[in-house]
């Protein structure tokens, strides 16, 4: 069994104009010193497929749904006690914006230290400074001892990112969720946090969530990818399958929108039109309004995930096996 | 000042980063950069002088009334039972600073009313004014912490239940309550200061409040609760310390405001009881009869410190609001 299953994740939101259905039916897996991508354009449902499962949305406006296993528990079904003690030990998460994740009031020190205190109330605060100093020298902090007395607005945009990857993972957790922990960044220090991860998972062997909209880091960190469209997983599988194979039109879409490839095209593609509101989703394949395939059953019935080429690589599409591997044949891999 | 030792920018050794010389800029914390923007606020520091000034006449009382061997609430002057009795001026019955200490010399003058010591009375009105001022304050602020925390972080219901308390709270007639609690109960310090917090904190609870809301949508509160944190501990540590420099803000202002309230009560004469020294009530001493025309000085003397106090600790907030504003220019 892998570090963490979710089966059949729902999560909608009640709000004055109806149901807004963010998480249909989502599953995957990531097993220990595995690194999973979530793909997808903004508001598919990707961060929060990521809050639900670490049950930080507002119970007030979410309702959520499915099977979420994490070494052997159910995180839907856990107290809010029991979760709250394992935020932070077993699964930690990194988010977009390293400029606005820190307490502006605190030093660096405290902030790194108090992540470890959370969760030890016997760990007296000079082991949590020593353990702090650790962390940010692992990390790659420059004199972290004298980082530790600053306070976030006198560090860089990628200095906080490391600081808020250091608080992560001061208590070894076993999983990592990264929400675009890239996305702020410029490229060279985004290069750098990534290579972090990358030794980090070496190391610890800690399973990590990647989220992105970035085909190019799935393609270089990553070992499996999930495709998600409009709160749906469209596309999973291996990172060479799904970039060597791609399977789905949106898929295609996404890899054939990629800058580089033809340096003497003029224009770079882009998929026609915007996705569905989730207030109101169409029947049939949530993604045939803006599929240049589109064929009249797509309109009706919603396709289910099918096994495709490769191993353990799936896709929901209605498609002909024939001509999707046709299509998939033009993707001479990616940018892998 | 090390350079490093090669410039190649890539590749980039990620866990070796190299040293970047040296940091020049001091690490500030908030509090050294408020003290550094104070210091140069010439009025903020006027007023803390007064302040401190005012502490120790209120602190002195005791030394007052033995120099002058004029015990406060005794009348010491001559003839007292007297209801046609006639106030004594400034120096009144002195024939220099050297007579201080006689029965008959009277510094700042004396009370025709009572017969008070006007130098004693002013200073042990400086003790109830204080006292009030700041344990008024410090009440207020503190019932304003906790509403403001739990109506703004928790939301829905509670919210709505605290948020409808303080429109009532504030719709309420505040003055016409004082007089009424004062003419049921015997009026004490206890009574004013109750009447003042209870009518007060409505309105930082509701600054404290909005604040909360925003402070609550802000990324490092997600992280908090990423971590584990537990709800009090946020509040306590993520999201009070983004209060404190509200809080010391208001409650200067408030201390001011309360000072003032409480004169204004006991002028009214619903205020405190007549055996305690109030500077409002010894304004009102000299209204009856006009009296302030011919004895100015049993007004001037309470007004001009009531207004310089009220000033000193309005000032001071301002000085502190300027002080604590991020976005304030340090230069200034």
Not at chain 1, 87 to 111: C, H, K
Not at chain 1, 138 to 158: D, F, N, Q, T
Not at chain 2, 80 to 88: A, E, F, K, N, R
Not at chain 2, 286 to 300: D, E, T
Request: hydrophobic content about 45%.
């Amino acid at each position: 069994m892998a570090l963490l299953e979710v089966h059949d994740l729902h999560t909608s939101f009640s709000t004055d104009d109806g149901l807004v259905r963010a998480v249909e039916g989502v599953s995957f897996s990531v097993d220990h010193g595995r690194v999973l991508g979530i793909v997808g354009e903004s508001g598919c449902g990707k961060s929060v497929s990521m809050l639900s499962i670490m049950r930080l949305l507002s119970m007030r406006q979410a309702s959520t749904s499915g099977r979420v296993m994490f070494d052997g528990v159910d995180l839907l079904e856990a107290s809010a006690a029991e979760m709250q003690n394992l935020r932070g030990r077993e699964i930690a998460m990194i988010f977009q914006d390293p400029m606005t994740s820190l307490n502006p009031v605190y030093r660096i020190g405290w902030q790194v230290a108090e992540a470890a205190r959370i969760h030890d109330a016997t760990l007296s605060k000079a082991e949590a400074n020593k353990r702090a100093e650790a962390m940010l020298t692992a990390v790659g902090i420059p004199s972290p001892r004298e980082r530790l007395a600053s306070y976030p607005h006198e560090l860089s945009g990628g200095m906080r990112q490391r600081v808020m990857i250091a608080m992560a993972l001061i208590n070894n957790p076993k999983l990592l969720i990264a929400d675009e922990p890239t996305t702020a960044l410029d490229v060279t220090t985004q290069a750098q946090i990534l290579e972090l991860i990358r030794t980090l998972r070496t190391d610890l062997g800690s399973a990590v969530v990647f989220i992105t909209h970035d085909l190019g880091v799935v393609a270089e960190l990553c070992d499996e990818v999930v495709v998600m469209y409009a709160g749906k997983v469209v596309e999973r599988g291996g990172v060479r399958d799904v970039f060597h194979a791609p399977q789905h039109p949106y898929t295609w879409g996404l890899l054939g929108s990629l800058p580089g490839r033809n340096l003497r095209s003029k224009r770079l593609f882009s998929i026609a039109g915007s996705p569905p509101s989730l207030l109101d989703p169409p029947t049939g394949c949530r993604f045939a309004m803006r599929c240049i395939h589109v064929m009249d059953r797509c309109r009706n019935d919603e396709p289910a995930l099918v096994s495709a080429p490769g191993d353990e690589h799936f896709v929901a599409c209605h498609l002909a096996p024939e001509i999707r591997n046709d299509a998939a044949n033009q993707f001479p891999g990616g940018t892998a | 000042m090390s350079m490093p030792p090669a410039m190649s920018p890539i590749p980039v050794d990620v866990l070796a980063p190299r040293e970047v010389g040296g940091h020049s800029a001091p690490t500030r914390g908030p509090w050294a950069l408020m003290w550094r923007r104070l210091r140069r606020d010439k009025a903020a520091l006027a007023s803390v002088a007064f302040i401190i000034l005012l502490f120790s006449f209120a602190a002195a009382a005791p030394l007052f009334e033995s120099w002058t061997n004029h015990p406060q609430n005794t009348s010491n002057v001559a003839g007292s039972d007297d209801v046609t009795l006639l106030p004594v001026g400034p120096l009144g019955g002195c024939d220099g600073v050297t007579d201080v200490g006689k029965d008959t010399c009277f510094i700042l003058g004396a009370s025709n009313v009572s017969g008070h010591d006007m130098l004693v009375q002013l200073s042990y009105g400086a003790r109830t004014s204080l006292f009030i001022g700041v344990v008024s304050t410090a009440i207020t602020v503190a019932v304003a912490l906790v509403m403001g925390l739990l109506a703004g972080y928790s939301g829905g219901f509670t919210d709505g239940v605290i948020s409808r308390l303080m429109d009532v709270v504030a719709a309420f007639p505040f003055l016409l309550f004082a007089i009424a609690v004062s003419t049921v109960f015997r009026s004490n310090v206890w009574t004013v200061i109750f009447v003042i917090a209870a009518f007060s904190w409505f309105y930082p609870a509701r600054l404290f409040r909005a604040e909360v809301l925003s402070l609550r949508e802000r990324e490092f509160v997600s992280a908090a609760r990423m971590l584990g944190a537990s709800t009090p501990r946020i509040l306590r540590k993520h999201i009070f310390p983004h209060l404190v420099g509200a809080t010391v803000v208001y409650a200067s202002l408030s201390i001011a405001g309360a000072i003032l309230f409480e004169a204004a009560l006991s002028y009214l004469g619903f205020g405190l009881p007549a055996d305690i020294p109030s500077w409002g009530r010894m304004i009102s001493q000299a209204v009856p009869g006009g009296l302030y025309r011919n004895a100015p000085y049993l007004m001037i003397f309470p007004g001009t410190l009531l207004v310089l106090t009220a000033l000193a600790f309005n000032m001071l907030g301002d000085g502190l609001r300027d002080a604590l504003d991020p976005k304030g220019n340090v230069d200034r």
